[in-house]
């Protein structure tokens, strides 16, 4: 499984756009990128899914470079009701792994 | 919006006691999974569940847990007995596919061992 890394923790004030980043330089041909969104003492939520490009829902928006070594969660115009542990996750459909695995996240806080 | 549920959403037990942690999965998703995360920690991957057999477990999963399918909509986590170290979330999900597809995630369970 391609491991993955992302910042800790990142603070905003309400109304900014905020970009999270997640590395995984060792990500394979069939991976795919995986972001999950959780709150305090809540199951873990899919936000957005992505293989290459640009992917954009009405949550988020997904960057992925050409090489796939990295990719960067987009949100928008954040709230306070988006600050939550932010989840980058690689792996692809159909592979012998089923389950997620999880790192640490990045805590985003958000600031009025 | 379908979703996941799990009941109880706090159970708290004594040492060595047997615990059942129930889960009701989206109807048509064909796997099923059991996470646990301790306070403050990431969250860990238990077990998968497909085709009523186990397809993966981890290395917490030791002969302590077993999971079970018990009729076509329950999905169930047993503890025989339960350890101090035992006290976390345990976050059952659903998925259609497998691998990369969206897991689908309860609102968790809070087991306090004491």
């Known amino acids: 499984l391609a491991k993955t890394t992302q910042p800790i923790s990142m603070d905003s004030y309400e109304g900014q756009e905020v970009n999270i980043t997640c590395s995984h330089n060792?990500?394979?041909?069939?991976?795919?990128i995986t972001w999950y969104q959780q709150f305090p003492s809540q199951g873990p939520r899919f936000i957005i899914q992505?293989?290459?490009t640009k992917v954009t829902n009405e949550v988020a928006s997904l960057f992925i470079p050409a090489d796939r070594k990295s990719s960067t969660l987009s949100l928008p115009r954040v709230s306070l009701s988006d600050t939550a542990v932010y989840y980058c996750?690689?792996?692809?459909?159909?592979?012998?792994?089923?389950?997620?695995?999880f790192g640490k996240g990045t805590k985003l806080s958000v600031k009025p | 919006e379908p979703e996941v549920t799990q009941t109880p959403s706090h159970q708290v037990t004594q040492m060595g006691q047997e615990v059942i942690l129930r889960c009701v999965p989206i109807?048509?998703?064909?796997?099923f999974y059991w996470y646990r995360q301790i306070l403050g920690q990431k969250v860990e991957f238990l077990v998968s569940?497909?085709?009523?057999?186990?397809?993966?477990k981890s290395e917490i999963f030791d002969d302590q847990f077993s999971v079970e399918r018990p009729d076509g909509s329950n999905f169930t986590l047993k503890i025989r007995s339960t350890k101090l170290e035992d006290s976390a979330m345990y976050f059952c999900?659903?998925?259609?596919?497998?691998?990369?597809?969206?897991?689908?995630f309860g609102p968790g369970t809070r087991l306090t061992v004491l």
């Open positions: 992505g293989y290459k």
């Open positions: 999900a659903s998925s259609l596919l497998r691998g990369a597809d969206t897991q689908y």
């Open positions: 569940f497909y085709n009523n057999e186990i397809s993966e």
């Open positions: 060792n990500i394979a041909t069939n991976d795919y």
């Open positions: 996750l690689v792996g692809n459909y159909g592979g012998s792994q089923g389950n997620l695995i």
């Open positions: 109807s048509n998703h064909l796997y």
